[in-house]
C-alpha cells in the first residue's frame, strides 16, 4: 500500500499527547473522578492503578478497534464492556498470582477500573471509529494523561496528608514536625480530594487559555 | 449505519460471551495454585510475624516449618479436638455455637527455648472482614506480639491496624486482671493511659475499624479463657 499512514504520523503522535494537555481526561473532560478520588492517598497505590488502567485501555481499545466492522451498534455498549471487564478481571488475577503483595493493597481499586468513565469514553469516542493501531496509541496517551494527574494527585495528598513520599517519612526526615508542623488530616479524606482535582483544573486552565469558553 | 438482523445480534452476543467465559474459566484454573500458594504463604508469614519471627515470602515455608512446632484444635473445655489447626476457618467456627466450636492453637518454640501459643482472631472492620494473630506467653496472659490484617479497611485510616506504630503497643498487656478476671484488650479512642495494662492506642479516624478490631479480640480470646485458666492452675 503505497497511501499507507506513517506509524508515528502528526494525527497519531498527537493522539498520545493531546491527553496530556486539551484532552486530559481528568482536568479537561472530567472523566475517571471516582478512581481518582479513591486511590490517590497513597502514591504507590495511584501508580500500580495507572498501570493497570495503562494496560486495560490500550489492550480493550486494540480489541474494539479490530472488531469496530462486526459489532452490532444496538449491542456495542454490552461488548465493550464485556471487553473491559474481562481485561479488569484478567488483571486482577494476574496481579494476585504474580504481585501477591500489590495486589493486596489494590484489590477492591482494581475491580473499580470496570467502571472507569475514561475506558467506555475512549472506546466509544475513538476505538469504534479508528483502526487497532492509532486507537492503542490514543488509550495509552490517555491512560498515561490520567496517570499523570493520579499520580500528581496522590504526591500531594500523600505529602500533606501523611508526610510520606511512596512510604518514605519525607517530613520527619526534614524535621518538620520538630517546628511544629502537623499532617492535614483532611488531605486523606476524599472531599479533598475533589478540592485538589479542582486547584488542578484551575491551574491548567489559566496555564492554557484555550480551555476557557467565550461567553 | 449498517443494520443487523436479530440472529447475527444474538449469536455474536453468545459468541462473545463464551469466548469470554473460556478465557476467564482458565486463567482462573490455571492461576489457582499460585494464588492459592501465595495466601498460605502469607498467612505463614503473618503467624511468624506474631512471634516476631521476620521472614519473606521465599523462606516463609522453611521457618515456619522451623519456629511453629506444634499445632492442636481444642473446645471451648480446653478439650481435644481433631483437626489441623492452620486450615480452621474461624469465621466459620464463630457461626457455630460455643459448645461445637473448634479452637485452634499454635504453638511455637523461639529460639531461646520459650514457647508462645498463637490464637488466630477473625473479626469485622468497616468494610470487610480483618484477621489477626495473637502470640501468648506460657503465662497464658501476657502478650507476646500481635499481627492483623484486613482486606479493604480505608486505606491511611482503619488499613493502618497492619502497621507497626499499632500492632507494637499489644506487646506486654494482658488479658486477665490481677484478680482474675478476664478483661481481654481495650482499644482507647485518644490514647491509652501508660499504666493501663489492658488498653492500646485507637487509630483516629478509624473509629469503626478499632472498634471491630476490640470486639474480634473479644469474641475470639473470650473462647478459650477456660482452657487458659486451666493451663496455668496446673503450672
Known sequence: MS???????????????????????ITVLVLGICPAL?????????????LSVLSVLSISNVIIASLRNTIPPRIRIIVQLVVI??????????????????????????GL??????????????ALRNKPWPAFLDGVGNAAGFG????????????????????????????????????NGLMILPPMALITVGIFIWIHRSINKELIETK | MKTYSKIY??????????????VLSFTAISLKPLQDKNIEIEKKQDIL???????????????????????????????????????????????????????????????????????????KGLWGPIWGYIALNDDYNTIYGATF????????????????????????????????????????????????????????????????LEAMLKDCLSNYVTYFRNKTKIK
Open chain 1, 85 to 110: 471487564a474481562l481485561l479488569v478481571i484478567l488483571v486482577d488475577q494476574i496481579l494476585k498470582a504474580f504481585v501477591y503483595e500489590i495486589s493486596k493493597q489494590l484489590t477492591v481499586y482494581v
Open chain 2, 49 to 123: 510475624s506474631s512471634v516476631n519471627v521476620f521472614s519473606v515470602p521465599d523462606d516463609a515455608e522453611e521457618k515456619f516449618n522451623k519456629y511453629i512446632t506444634n499445632s492442636y484444635v481444642i473446645n471451648f473445655k480446653g478439650e481435644m479436638q481433631e483437626g489441623d489447626a492452620f486450615y480452621i476457618d474461624i469465621k466459620e467456627e464463630l457461626n457455630k455455637s460455643l459448645e461445637q466450636r473448634k479452637l485452634p492453637i499454635l504453638e511455637c518454640t523461639k529460639d531461646d527455648g520459650s514457647e508462645k501459643f498463637i490464637i488466630p482472631v477473625r473479626g
Open chain 2, 149 to 212: 490484617g484486613h482486606e479493604k479497611e480505608t486505606p491511611g485510616l482503619g488499613s493502618d491496624i497492619d502497621q507497626d506504630w499499632f500492632q507494637e503497643p499489644f506487646k506486654g498487656k494482658q488479658l486477665f486482671d490481677k484478680s482474675g478476671k478476664f478483661r481481654c484488650i481495650e482499644i482507647v479512642k485518644g490514647g491509652a493511659a501508660p499504666d493501663n495494662i489492658h488498653g492500646v492506642d485507637g487509630i483516629s479516624g478509624g473509629t469503626i475499624t478499632s472498634k471491630g
Open chain 1, 38 to 50: 479513591a486511590i490517590t492517598v497513597k502514591l504507590e497505590n495511584a501508580l500500580v492503578m495507572s
Open chain 1, 3 to 25: 497511501n499507507k499512514e506513517p506509524l508515528f504520523s502528526t494525527k497519531n503522535i498527537k493522539s498520545l499527547t493531546n491527553p496530556f494537555n486539551a484532552g486530559n481526561p
Open chain 1, 113 to 126: 477500573i470496570i467502571t472507569n468513565c475514561i475506558i467506555m469514553g475512549r472506546l466509544e469516542a475513538f
Open chain 1, 148 to 183: 499523570f494527574i493520579l499520580l500528581a494527585l496522590a504526591f500531594c495528598r500523600e505529602l500533606f496528608g501523611s508526610g510520606t513520599l511512596f512510604g518514605y517519612p519525607v517530613v520527619e526526615k526534614l524535621g518538620l514536625y520538630k517546628i511544629g508542623y502537623e499532617n
Open chain 2, 9 to 22: 445480534i444474538f449469536i455474536y452476543a453468545s459468541v462473545m460471551i463464551i469466548i469470554v467465559a473460556a
